[in-house]
């Protein structure tokens, strides 16, 4: 079964950094990282930051200068750097990738979630 598993989230104060993790378990050729997603209480899921194939990305305005994403194709992995975090950044966050499995198809996969606190 394909996973993407999520960590690095926690409870952390303003003004702290974060390092988030997304990486794809199970059997997989290829992992092509799309981008992170973030879902605050009572509001509906966002986009942070999205990556094309080319390296290319585009921040939400609220992020920019303070977050950024990564891939390690070596590892099937994605990751999203948070610096200065803010109590407005707490949030669930998600990532998203383009898996291609065994048979050569290419699927859409999203984590679990890890929640990020930002308060004192």
């Known amino acids: 079964q394909v996973q993407l598993v999520e960590s690095g989230g926690g409870l952390v104060q303003p003004g702290g950094s974060l390092r988030l993790s997304c990486a794809a378990s199970g059997r997989i050729l290829r992992v092509n990282g799309k981008g992170w997603y973030r879902q605050a209480p009572g509001k509906e899921r966002e986009l942070v930051v999205s990556?094309?194939?080319?390296?290319?990305?585009i921040y939400v305005d609220s992020v920019k200068g303070r977050f950024t994403i990564s891939r390690d194709n070596a590892k099937n992995t994605m990751y999203l750097q948070m610096n200065s975090l803010k109590p407005e950044d707490t949030a669930v966050y998600y990532c998203n990738a383009h898996v291609q499995y065994p048979t050569g198809g290419w699927y859409d996969h999203w984590g679990e979630g890890t929640q990020v606190t930002v308060s004192s």
């Open positions: 990556i094309s194939s080319d390296g290319s990305t």
